[in-house]
Protein backbone atom coordinates (compact mmCIF):
# COMPACT_ATOMS: atom_id res chain seq x y z
CA UNK A 1 0.00 0.00 0.00
CA UNK A 2 1.26 3.35 -1.25
CA UNK A 3 1.60 6.35 1.09
CA UNK A 4 1.51 9.72 -0.29
CA UNK A 5 4.24 12.34 1.31
CA UNK A 6 2.63 14.91 3.66
CA UNK A 7 2.34 18.18 1.19
CA UNK A 8 0.24 15.74 -1.17
CA UNK A 9 -1.81 14.60 0.99
CA UNK A 10 -2.51 18.57 2.58
CA UNK A 11 -3.21 19.24 -0.99
CA UNK A 12 -6.06 16.29 -1.55
CA UNK A 13 -7.79 17.34 1.74
CA UNK A 14 -10.47 15.05 2.23
CA UNK A 15 -11.48 12.11 -0.46
CA UNK A 16 -13.54 10.22 1.92
CA UNK A 17 -15.13 11.64 4.89
CA UNK A 18 -13.13 9.52 7.20
CA UNK A 19 -9.77 11.05 8.56
CA UNK A 20 -7.03 8.16 9.60
CA UNK A 21 -4.34 9.57 11.52
CA UNK A 22 -0.54 9.32 9.05
CA UNK A 23 -1.12 7.03 6.49
CA UNK A 24 -3.42 5.55 4.25
CA UNK A 25 -6.26 2.84 4.74
CA UNK A 26 -8.48 0.95 2.54
CA UNK A 27 -11.38 1.17 4.00
CA UNK A 28 -14.43 -1.15 2.31
CA UNK A 29 -12.43 -0.85 -0.83
CA UNK A 30 -12.04 3.17 -0.63
CA UNK A 31 -8.53 4.41 -0.21
CA UNK A 32 -9.06 7.09 2.65
CA UNK A 33 -5.95 9.76 3.16
CA UNK A 34 -5.33 11.70 5.84
CA UNK A 35 -6.67 15.51 5.41
CA UNK A 36 -4.56 16.75 8.92
CA UNK A 37 -0.68 16.00 8.95
CA UNK A 38 0.01 13.43 11.91
CA UNK A 39 2.80 13.87 14.31
CA UNK A 40 6.25 12.67 13.70
CA UNK A 41 5.71 10.09 16.62
CA UNK A 42 2.19 9.44 15.52
CA UNK A 43 3.32 9.11 12.15
CA UNK A 44 6.37 6.56 12.91
CA UNK A 45 4.18 4.73 15.47
CA UNK A 46 1.45 3.83 12.65
CA UNK A 47 2.85 3.71 9.37
CA UNK A 48 5.04 0.93 7.41
CA UNK A 49 5.75 -0.58 11.21
CA UNK A 50 4.91 -3.55 13.38
CA UNK A 51 5.55 -4.85 17.08
CA UNK A 52 8.75 -6.92 17.72
CA UNK A 53 5.98 -9.84 18.57
CA UNK A 54 4.95 -9.33 15.38
CA UNK A 55 8.39 -9.23 13.07
CA UNK A 56 10.07 -12.24 15.09
CA UNK A 57 6.40 -14.07 13.68
CA UNK A 58 6.72 -13.59 10.77
CA UNK A 59 10.30 -14.07 10.14
CA UNK A 60 11.14 -16.82 13.39
CA UNK A 61 14.52 -17.71 11.48
CA UNK A 62 15.52 -14.12 13.24
CA UNK A 63 16.06 -16.04 16.08
CA UNK A 64 18.17 -18.57 14.84
CA UNK A 65 21.74 -17.46 15.41
CA UNK A 66 25.56 -18.96 15.09
CA UNK A 67 26.03 -18.29 18.45
CA UNK A 68 29.71 -19.49 18.61
CA UNK A 69 30.64 -16.40 16.77
CA UNK A 70 28.97 -14.01 19.17
CA UNK A 71 30.79 -11.37 20.27
CA UNK A 72 29.82 -8.83 23.36
CA UNK A 73 31.04 -6.42 25.29
CA UNK A 74 30.01 -4.99 28.83
CA UNK A 75 30.75 -1.36 28.99
CA UNK A 76 30.95 -1.18 32.70
CA UNK A 77 32.69 -3.85 33.11
CA UNK A 78 35.43 -3.18 30.59
CA UNK A 79 35.28 -0.86 27.84
CA UNK A 80 35.89 -2.60 24.33
CA UNK A 81 39.55 -2.38 22.77
CA UNK A 82 39.61 -2.70 18.95
CA UNK A 83 41.61 -6.02 19.06
CA UNK A 84 38.95 -7.70 20.79
CA UNK A 85 36.21 -6.47 18.35
CA UNK A 86 35.89 -8.51 15.24
CA UNK A 87 34.05 -7.90 11.31
CA UNK A 88 30.44 -8.65 10.12
CA UNK A 89 30.51 -7.49 6.47
CA UNK A 90 26.91 -7.41 4.30
CA UNK A 91 27.28 -6.53 0.66
CA UNK A 92 25.55 -7.37 -2.79
CA UNK A 93 28.59 -6.30 -4.73
CA UNK A 94 26.69 -2.88 -5.05
CA UNK A 95 26.87 -2.00 -1.46
CA UNK A 96 28.87 -3.07 1.46
CA UNK A 97 29.30 -2.12 5.34
CA UNK A 98 31.36 -3.98 8.33
CA UNK A 99 29.33 -4.04 11.58
CA UNK A 100 30.95 -4.77 14.86
CA UNK A 101 33.90 -2.45 14.58
CA UNK A 102 32.87 0.07 16.75
CA UNK A 103 30.68 1.40 19.33
CA UNK A 104 27.97 1.11 19.17
CA UNK A 105 28.36 -2.64 17.69
CA UNK A 106 25.33 -1.97 15.48
CA UNK A 107 27.46 0.50 13.60
CA UNK A 108 28.03 0.15 9.86
CA UNK A 109 31.67 1.34 8.82
CA UNK A 110 33.36 1.34 5.50
CA UNK A 111 29.74 2.03 3.64
CA UNK A 112 30.91 2.27 -0.15
CA UNK A 113 28.56 1.83 -2.78
CA UNK A 114 28.40 0.31 -6.64
CA UNK A 115 31.49 -0.94 -7.87
CA UNK A 116 33.03 -1.42 -4.65
CA UNK A 117 35.79 0.47 -5.96
CA UNK A 118 37.29 3.91 -3.84
CA UNK A 119 37.72 6.63 -5.89
CA UNK A 120 36.21 9.46 -3.44
CA UNK A 121 36.62 7.57 -0.40
CA UNK A 122 33.83 5.37 1.49
CA UNK A 123 31.06 7.05 2.69
CA UNK A 124 32.03 6.83 6.55
CA UNK A 125 29.93 5.09 9.36
CA UNK A 126 26.91 5.16 10.48
CA UNK A 127 25.20 4.10 13.81
CA UNK A 128 22.03 3.76 14.96
CA UNK A 129 21.20 4.45 18.53
CA UNK A 130 18.13 5.43 20.82
CA UNK A 131 17.58 8.65 22.42
CA UNK A 132 15.00 9.24 25.63
CA UNK A 133 13.96 12.97 25.98
CA UNK A 134 16.93 15.18 25.52
CA UNK A 135 19.42 12.37 26.80
CA UNK A 136 21.07 9.29 24.69
CA UNK A 137 19.83 6.14 26.01
CA UNK A 138 23.07 4.79 28.02
CA UNK A 139 23.35 0.72 26.70
CA UNK A 140 26.53 -0.46 27.97
CA UNK A 141 25.67 -4.17 26.85
CA UNK A 142 26.25 -4.42 23.26
CA UNK A 143 26.40 -7.36 21.06
CA UNK A 144 27.02 -8.66 17.46
CA UNK A 145 26.64 -11.97 15.75
CA UNK A 146 25.39 -13.49 12.31
CA UNK A 147 22.47 -15.49 11.90
CA UNK A 148 22.37 -18.72 10.62
CA UNK A 149 20.48 -18.73 7.95
CA UNK A 150 21.74 -15.77 5.93
CA UNK A 151 23.78 -13.05 5.90
CA UNK A 152 22.32 -10.96 8.28
CA UNK A 153 24.12 -9.41 11.38
CA UNK A 154 22.29 -8.95 14.61
CA UNK A 155 23.73 -6.34 16.99
CA UNK A 156 22.25 -5.65 20.31
CA UNK A 157 22.50 -2.77 22.41
CA UNK A 158 20.42 -2.56 25.85
CA UNK A 159 19.85 -0.65 29.09
CA UNK A 160 19.83 -2.37 32.54
CA UNK A 161 16.15 -3.62 32.80
CA UNK A 162 14.80 -0.82 30.42
CA UNK A 163 14.88 -0.20 26.45
CA UNK A 164 16.57 -2.53 24.05
CA UNK A 165 17.66 -1.99 20.39
CA UNK A 166 18.02 -4.75 17.97
CA UNK A 167 19.52 -4.08 14.61
CA UNK A 168 19.25 -6.64 11.96
CA UNK A 169 21.17 -5.86 9.15
CA UNK A 170 21.89 -6.74 5.78
CA UNK A 171 22.35 -6.40 2.02
CA UNK A 172 18.99 -5.29 -0.25
CA UNK A 173 18.79 -8.08 -3.03
CA UNK A 174 19.42 -6.55 -6.36
CA UNK A 175 19.73 -3.05 -4.93
CA UNK A 176 22.77 -1.09 -4.18
CA UNK A 177 22.03 -0.75 -0.58
CA UNK A 178 21.83 -2.06 2.65
CA UNK A 179 18.73 -2.57 4.79
CA UNK A 180 18.49 -2.24 8.65
CA UNK A 181 15.44 -4.13 10.79
CA UNK A 182 15.83 -1.91 14.12
CA UNK A 183 13.47 -3.37 16.66
CA UNK A 184 12.98 -1.97 19.96
CA UNK A 185 11.30 -3.18 23.14
CA UNK A 186 10.69 -2.13 26.41
CA UNK A 187 11.91 -5.19 28.70
CA UNK A 188 11.79 -2.83 31.77
CA UNK A 189 9.25 -1.95 34.13
CA UNK A 190 9.03 1.57 33.94
CA UNK A 191 7.78 3.80 30.95
CA UNK A 192 9.72 5.54 28.56
CA UNK A 193 8.73 8.62 27.31
CA UNK A 194 9.90 11.03 24.48
CA UNK A 195 12.11 8.29 22.97
CA UNK A 196 13.43 8.26 19.15
CA UNK A 197 15.31 6.15 17.12
CA UNK A 198 18.32 7.97 15.99
CA UNK A 199 20.80 7.73 13.00
CA UNK A 200 24.12 9.23 12.89
CA UNK A 201 26.79 9.72 10.46
CA UNK A 202 30.03 10.81 10.75
CA UNK A 203 30.57 12.37 7.24
CA UNK A 204 30.04 16.16 7.81
CA UNK A 205 28.53 17.08 4.43
CA UNK A 206 25.29 14.95 5.52
CA UNK A 207 22.35 16.84 5.07
CA UNK A 208 18.60 16.18 5.49
CA UNK A 209 16.31 16.33 2.02
CA UNK A 210 12.85 15.45 2.92
CA UNK A 211 12.84 12.88 5.32
CA UNK A 212 15.94 11.14 4.45
CA UNK A 213 19.73 12.34 5.86
CA UNK A 214 22.19 12.55 2.36
CA UNK A 215 25.55 12.56 1.37
CA UNK A 216 26.15 13.84 -2.25
CA UNK A 217 29.76 14.12 -4.08
CA UNK A 218 28.52 14.40 -7.40
CA UNK A 219 28.99 11.39 -8.88
CA UNK A 220 28.40 9.35 -6.23
CA UNK A 221 25.44 9.77 -3.27
CA UNK A 222 24.16 8.26 -0.01
CA UNK A 223 21.05 8.36 0.98
CA UNK A 224 20.31 7.07 4.43
CA UNK A 225 16.36 6.54 5.66
CA UNK A 226 13.25 5.08 7.31
CA UNK A 227 10.60 3.47 5.07
CA UNK A 228 7.19 5.12 5.84
CA UNK A 229 9.62 7.44 8.24
CA UNK A 230 9.07 10.93 8.95
CA UNK A 231 12.07 13.03 11.07
CA UNK A 232 11.83 15.80 13.43
CA UNK A 233 15.41 17.01 12.02
CA UNK A 234 19.07 17.29 12.74
CA UNK A 235 20.17 17.44 16.28
CA UNK A 236 23.45 17.94 17.99
CA UNK A 237 23.70 14.38 19.90
CA UNK A 238 25.75 11.39 19.54
CA UNK A 239 25.56 8.15 21.24
CA UNK A 240 27.29 6.92 24.45
CA UNK A 241 30.91 6.06 24.38
CA UNK A 242 32.00 4.34 27.24
CA UNK A 243 34.91 5.55 29.16
CA UNK A 244 38.18 5.25 28.45
CA UNK A 245 37.54 4.06 25.11
CA UNK A 246 39.98 3.35 22.71
CA UNK A 247 39.74 5.74 19.92
CA UNK A 248 39.80 3.17 16.81
CA UNK A 249 36.18 2.34 18.64
CA UNK A 250 34.23 5.72 18.39
CA UNK A 251 33.25 6.15 14.93
CA UNK A 252 32.93 10.00 15.88
CA UNK A 253 36.63 10.48 17.51
CA UNK A 254 37.58 12.92 14.98
CA UNK A 255 34.78 14.92 16.16
CA UNK A 256 32.22 14.89 13.01
CA UNK A 257 28.77 13.94 13.88
CA UNK A 258 25.67 14.70 11.99
CA UNK A 259 21.97 12.75 13.83
CA UNK A 260 18.60 12.58 12.30
CA UNK A 261 16.08 12.05 15.18
CA UNK A 262 12.95 9.30 14.23
CA UNK A 263 10.68 10.06 17.32
CA UNK A 264 9.02 6.99 18.61
CA UNK A 265 7.14 7.95 21.45
CA UNK A 266 6.32 6.38 24.63
CA UNK A 267 7.17 3.01 25.58
CA UNK A 268 5.13 1.39 28.66
CA UNK A 269 6.88 -2.04 29.53
CA UNK A 270 6.79 -4.33 27.05
CA UNK A 271 5.50 -2.31 24.19
CA UNK A 272 7.95 -2.28 20.93
CA UNK A 273 7.87 -1.17 17.25
CA UNK A 274 10.39 -2.18 14.49
CA UNK A 275 11.01 0.10 11.66
CA UNK A 276 12.90 -0.81 8.21
CA UNK A 277 15.84 1.38 7.63
CA UNK A 278 17.82 1.79 5.13
CA UNK A 279 21.44 2.81 3.00
CA UNK A 280 20.73 3.20 -0.52
CA UNK A 281 23.81 4.48 -2.61
CA UNK A 282 22.78 6.06 -6.39
CA UNK A 283 23.85 8.37 -9.24
CA UNK A 284 21.53 11.24 -9.44
CA UNK A 285 18.38 11.99 -7.13
CA UNK A 286 16.27 10.54 -9.67
CA UNK A 287 17.86 7.20 -8.82
CA UNK A 288 17.33 7.61 -5.41
CA UNK A 289 14.02 8.13 -5.80
CA UNK A 290 13.45 5.20 -8.12
CA UNK A 291 14.98 2.71 -5.51
CA UNK A 292 12.91 4.04 -2.51
CA UNK A 293 9.82 3.53 -4.38
CA UNK A 294 10.89 -0.28 -5.07
CA UNK A 295 11.90 -0.66 -0.96
CA UNK A 296 8.35 1.17 -0.12
CA UNK A 297 6.65 -1.49 -2.59
CA UNK A 298 8.03 -4.66 -0.83
CA UNK A 299 8.49 -3.28 2.61
CA UNK A 300 9.44 -5.61 5.60
CA UNK A 301 8.98 -8.63 3.11
CA UNK A 302 12.61 -7.54 1.70
CA UNK A 303 14.21 -9.19 4.87
CA UNK A 304 12.37 -12.87 3.92
CA UNK A 305 13.81 -12.15 0.25
CA UNK A 306 17.21 -12.04 1.52
CA UNK A 307 16.97 -14.72 3.19
CA UNK A 308 15.26 -17.22 0.45
CA UNK A 309 17.87 -15.64 -1.87
CA UNK A 310 20.73 -16.84 0.27
CA UNK A 311 19.18 -20.37 0.62
CA UNK A 312 18.70 -20.78 -3.06
CA UNK A 313 21.99 -20.27 -3.78
CA UNK A 314 23.83 -21.44 -0.80
CA UNK A 315 21.71 -24.85 -1.63
CA UNK A 316 23.93 -25.83 -4.63
CA UNK A 317 26.71 -25.43 -2.18
CA UNK A 318 29.44 -28.18 -0.69
CA UNK A 319 28.07 -27.97 2.87
CA UNK A 320 30.48 -29.62 5.87
CA UNK A 321 29.19 -31.13 9.05
CA UNK A 322 31.75 -32.08 11.66
CA UNK A 323 31.76 -33.01 15.52
CA UNK A 324 32.58 -29.17 16.37
CA UNK A 325 29.53 -26.79 16.11
CA UNK A 326 32.51 -23.72 15.84
CA UNK A 327 34.20 -25.36 12.70
CA UNK A 328 30.55 -26.08 11.12
CA UNK A 329 29.53 -22.20 11.70
CA UNK A 330 32.83 -20.98 10.68
CA UNK A 331 32.38 -22.13 7.33
CA UNK A 332 29.05 -20.81 7.19
CA UNK A 333 30.18 -17.66 8.22
CA UNK A 334 32.80 -18.04 6.11
CA UNK A 335 30.80 -18.18 3.03
CA UNK A 336 29.26 -14.76 4.12
CA UNK A 337 32.63 -12.85 4.75
CA UNK A 338 33.74 -13.75 1.34
CA UNK A 339 30.54 -13.31 -0.72
CA UNK A 340 30.21 -10.30 0.66
CA UNK A 341 33.49 -8.97 -0.90
CA UNK A 342 32.85 -10.02 -4.43
CA UNK A 343 32.12 -6.72 -6.40
CA UNK A 344 29.06 -6.68 -8.97
CA UNK A 345 31.99 -6.92 -11.73
CA UNK A 346 33.20 -9.71 -10.53
CA UNK A 347 36.61 -8.86 -8.72
CA UNK A 348 37.36 -10.14 -4.63
CA UNK A 349 38.34 -7.29 -2.88
CA UNK A 350 39.86 -6.76 0.66
CA UNK A 351 37.28 -4.22 1.76
CA UNK A 352 38.49 -3.14 5.47
CA UNK A 353 39.84 0.48 3.95
CA UNK A 354 40.98 -0.76 0.78
CA UNK A 355 39.27 -1.67 -2.45
CA UNK A 356 41.04 -2.72 -6.32
CA UNK A 357 41.33 -6.67 -7.02
CA UNK A 358 44.54 -7.73 -5.17
CA UNK A 359 45.79 -10.77 -7.09
CA UNK A 360 47.35 -12.24 -3.40
CA UNK A 361 44.58 -10.98 -2.00
CA UNK A 362 41.65 -13.33 -3.97
CA UNK A 363 43.94 -16.21 -2.92
CA UNK A 364 42.09 -17.14 -0.25
CA UNK A 365 38.21 -16.46 -1.67
CA UNK A 366 39.13 -18.23 -4.74
CA UNK A 367 40.73 -21.44 -2.92
CA UNK A 368 37.56 -21.84 -0.57
CA UNK A 369 34.84 -20.76 -3.02
CA UNK A 370 36.15 -23.51 -5.88
CA UNK A 371 36.23 -26.04 -2.63
CA UNK A 372 32.73 -25.61 -1.58
CA UNK A 373 31.71 -25.83 -5.46
CA UNK A 374 31.00 -21.94 -6.09
CA UNK A 375 32.33 -21.93 -9.94
CA UNK A 376 30.08 -18.95 -11.26
CA UNK A 377 31.44 -16.63 -8.64
CA UNK A 378 35.50 -17.81 -8.77
CA UNK A 379 35.26 -18.02 -13.02
CA UNK A 380 33.74 -14.45 -12.87
CA UNK A 381 36.40 -13.26 -11.00
CA UNK A 382 38.69 -14.70 -13.11
CA UNK A 383 37.70 -13.41 -16.26
CA UNK A 384 36.94 -10.17 -14.91
CA UNK A 385 40.62 -10.16 -14.20
CA UNK A 386 41.59 -11.37 -17.10
CA UNK A 387 39.36 -8.48 -19.09
CA UNK A 388 40.75 -5.77 -16.63
CA UNK A 389 44.73 -7.17 -17.82
CA UNK A 390 43.66 -6.95 -21.18
CA UNK A 391 41.86 -3.63 -21.21
CA UNK A 392 45.13 -2.16 -18.78
CA UNK A 393 47.32 -3.79 -20.97
CA UNK A 394 49.43 -5.15 -17.82
CA UNK A 395 49.47 -8.07 -15.53
CA UNK A 396 49.82 -6.67 -12.15
CA UNK A 397 49.44 -6.66 -8.37
CA UNK A 398 46.09 -5.09 -8.63
CA UNK A 399 43.51 -3.93 -10.95
CA UNK A 400 40.34 -1.07 -10.37
CA UNK A 401 36.78 -3.01 -9.62
CA UNK A 402 34.85 -0.83 -12.20
CA UNK A 403 36.59 -0.98 -14.93
CA UNK A 404 34.01 -0.85 -17.81
CA UNK A 405 34.85 -3.76 -19.17
CA UNK A 406 32.60 -4.62 -22.45
CA UNK A 407 30.93 -7.42 -23.54
CA UNK A 408 33.62 -8.39 -26.59
CA UNK A 409 37.15 -7.12 -25.75
CA UNK A 410 40.27 -7.04 -28.32
CA UNK A 411 43.04 -9.41 -26.56
CA UNK A 412 46.65 -7.44 -26.35
CA UNK A 413 49.48 -9.06 -27.74
CA UNK A 414 50.23 -10.71 -24.70
CA UNK A 415 53.92 -11.26 -25.23
CA UNK A 416 54.30 -7.49 -24.84
CA UNK A 417 52.26 -7.02 -22.03
CA UNK A 418 54.13 -5.97 -18.60
CA UNK A 419 54.10 -8.55 -15.86
CA UNK A 420 55.31 -8.72 -12.03
CA UNK A 421 58.36 -10.07 -11.73
CA UNK A 422 57.65 -12.67 -9.40
CA UNK A 423 54.63 -14.25 -7.16
CA UNK A 424 51.84 -12.47 -8.36
CA UNK A 425 51.83 -14.08 -11.85
CA UNK A 426 52.19 -17.94 -10.43
CA UNK A 427 49.20 -17.21 -8.07
CA UNK A 428 47.66 -16.31 -11.52
CA UNK A 429 47.73 -19.05 -12.78
CA UNK A 430 47.65 -21.42 -9.57
CA UNK A 431 44.20 -19.16 -8.74
CA UNK A 432 42.89 -20.95 -12.08
CA UNK A 433 44.41 -24.21 -11.29
CA UNK A 434 42.17 -24.16 -8.15
CA UNK A 435 39.23 -23.46 -10.09
CA UNK A 436 40.22 -26.04 -12.84
CA UNK A 437 40.47 -28.96 -10.37
CA UNK A 438 36.96 -27.60 -8.82
CA UNK A 439 35.24 -27.80 -11.97
CA UNK A 440 36.90 -29.15 -14.55
CA UNK A 441 36.03 -25.97 -16.83
CA UNK A 442 38.88 -26.20 -19.88
CA UNK A 443 37.26 -23.23 -21.92
CA UNK A 444 37.92 -20.82 -19.29
CA UNK A 445 41.44 -22.29 -19.52
CA UNK A 446 41.85 -21.99 -23.02
CA UNK A 447 40.30 -18.80 -23.17
CA UNK A 448 42.97 -17.22 -20.59
CA UNK A 449 45.87 -19.52 -22.19
CA UNK A 450 48.19 -16.63 -23.60
CA UNK A 451 48.05 -14.69 -20.47
CA UNK A 452 48.69 -17.40 -18.42
CA UNK A 453 51.71 -18.35 -20.44
CA UNK A 454 52.77 -14.50 -20.20
CA UNK A 455 52.21 -15.03 -16.79
CA UNK A 456 55.16 -17.72 -16.42
CA UNK A 457 57.26 -16.83 -19.40
CA UNK A 458 57.71 -13.34 -18.30
CA UNK A 459 59.34 -13.55 -14.64
CA UNK A 460 62.58 -12.77 -14.01
CA UNK A 461 64.12 -16.34 -13.37
CA UNK A 462 67.52 -15.46 -13.40
CA UNK A 463 70.50 -17.21 -14.51
CA UNK A 464 70.96 -19.57 -11.28
CA UNK A 465 67.30 -20.20 -11.21
CA UNK A 466 66.37 -17.62 -8.51
CA UNK A 467 63.60 -15.45 -8.40
CA UNK A 468 62.79 -11.57 -6.93
CA UNK A 469 60.92 -10.86 -4.21
CA UNK A 470 57.67 -9.17 -5.23
CA UNK A 471 58.03 -6.41 -2.82
CA UNK A 472 54.52 -7.08 -1.35
CA UNK A 473 55.14 -9.94 0.86
CA UNK A 474 53.45 -9.66 4.36
CA UNK A 475 55.57 -11.86 6.64
CA UNK A 476 58.36 -9.11 6.52
CA UNK A 477 56.05 -6.88 9.20
CA UNK A 478 57.01 -9.11 12.04
CA UNK A 479 60.13 -7.88 11.83
CA UNK A 480 59.19 -4.73 11.75
CA UNK A 481 57.50 -5.02 14.89
CA UNK A 482 60.47 -6.61 16.83
CA UNK A 483 62.43 -3.43 15.84
CA UNK A 484 60.11 -1.25 17.63
CA UNK A 485 59.94 -3.91 20.60
CA UNK A 486 63.57 -3.48 21.18
CA UNK A 487 64.80 -6.61 19.97
CA UNK A 488 68.18 -7.44 19.27
CA UNK A 489 67.56 -8.26 15.48
CA UNK A 490 70.85 -9.03 13.83
CA UNK A 491 69.37 -10.98 10.45
CA UNK A 492 66.16 -9.81 8.77
CA UNK A 493 64.67 -9.97 5.31
CA UNK A 494 65.65 -7.67 2.40
CA UNK A 495 63.45 -7.64 -0.54
CA UNK A 496 66.65 -6.34 -2.38
CA UNK A 497 67.93 -9.88 -2.50
CA UNK A 498 66.33 -13.10 -4.10
CA UNK A 499 63.52 -14.78 -2.62
CA UNK A 500 62.39 -18.78 -1.74
CA UNK A 501 58.94 -17.83 -1.99
CA UNK A 502 59.21 -16.45 -5.38
CA UNK A 503 60.67 -19.84 -6.29
CA UNK A 504 58.12 -21.96 -4.69
CA UNK A 505 54.92 -20.43 -6.14
CA UNK A 506 57.14 -20.32 -9.43
CA UNK A 507 57.40 -24.03 -9.46
CA UNK A 508 54.43 -24.97 -8.63
CA UNK A 509 52.72 -22.33 -11.67
CA UNK A 510 54.88 -24.31 -13.79
CA UNK A 511 53.87 -27.89 -12.97
CA UNK A 512 50.24 -26.11 -13.18
CA UNK A 513 50.85 -24.90 -16.92
CA UNK A 514 52.06 -28.58 -17.59
CA UNK A 515 48.57 -29.80 -16.71
CA UNK A 516 46.58 -27.57 -18.49
CA UNK A 517 49.03 -27.99 -21.27
CA UNK A 518 48.52 -31.82 -21.30
CA UNK A 519 44.92 -31.36 -20.65
CA UNK A 520 44.71 -28.51 -23.64
CA UNK A 521 46.37 -31.47 -26.11
CA UNK A 522 49.90 -29.76 -26.03
CA UNK A 523 52.61 -32.43 -24.55
CA UNK A 524 55.63 -30.83 -26.03
CA UNK A 525 54.46 -27.64 -24.60
CA UNK A 526 53.89 -29.56 -20.91
CA UNK A 527 56.89 -30.97 -21.23
CA UNK A 528 59.07 -27.36 -21.38
CA UNK A 529 56.78 -26.45 -18.20
CA UNK A 530 58.00 -29.09 -16.33
CA UNK A 531 61.79 -28.46 -17.64
CA UNK A 532 61.20 -25.14 -16.27
CA UNK A 533 59.64 -26.41 -12.42
CA UNK A 534 62.30 -28.95 -12.28
CA UNK A 535 65.19 -26.36 -12.56
CA UNK A 536 63.43 -23.49 -10.28
CA UNK A 537 63.12 -26.59 -8.18
CA UNK A 538 66.41 -28.05 -8.05
CA UNK A 539 68.21 -24.26 -7.61
CA UNK A 540 65.71 -23.78 -5.11
CA UNK A 541 67.33 -26.52 -2.66
CA UNK A 542 70.24 -25.53 -3.44
CA UNK A 543 70.37 -21.38 -2.70
CA UNK A 544 67.88 -21.97 0.09
CA UNK A 545 67.81 -25.05 1.67
CA UNK A 546 69.65 -24.74 5.16
CA UNK A 547 70.74 -28.36 6.35
CA UNK A 548 71.83 -27.73 9.58
CA UNK A 549 68.45 -25.50 10.75
CA UNK A 550 65.80 -27.93 8.69
CA UNK A 551 64.39 -25.13 6.90
CA UNK A 552 64.39 -22.97 4.00
CA UNK A 553 66.23 -19.57 4.48
CA UNK A 554 63.69 -16.88 3.66
CA UNK A 555 65.89 -14.58 1.28
CA UNK A 556 69.33 -14.86 -0.81
Known amino acids: MSVESSGRARARGYLVGLVVGGAAAVIGGLLVWQAVVASPVRHNRTTAAMSVEELLGRHEWLARSLDKWRQGAVATVAAPRFRDLGAYPVGNGQAFGIVGLHWPLGTITNLIGPSYQKRQGFFGSLAPWLMIGDKPADCPDQSVHWLSEAPVVASSQGMPDGLVLTTYTFALPGQPGLGIVAAIVNNGKQTFRDVALMLSSNMTAAEVAGD?????????????????????????????????????????????????????????????VAKLAYVLFSASAAEEKQAIQRLAQEGFAVLERARSGWQQSASTLTSVTTTDARIDQFLRAALYVVLSQQAAGGGFSPMHGYTYLWVRDSNGPVRFLSAVGARDNVANHLEYHFRACAIEKRIGNN?????????????????????????????????HLWYYRSSGDLALIKWHWPMLRRCLLGQEADYRGALPFHGDETYRFPGYELFRAGENITDWVCLETMSADSAFEYVAAAEAMAEFATALGKPEEAADYRTLAARIHRATELIYWQQEYGLYAPSL
Open 212 to 272: RLVVDRGSSRMTIGIWGGRPSGLVEAAPVMPRGVDKKVNPFAAGACVTVRFPLGTFAPGQS
Open 399 to 431: APLDLPVPESIVPPDWDKVPVEPAEVPSFVILQ
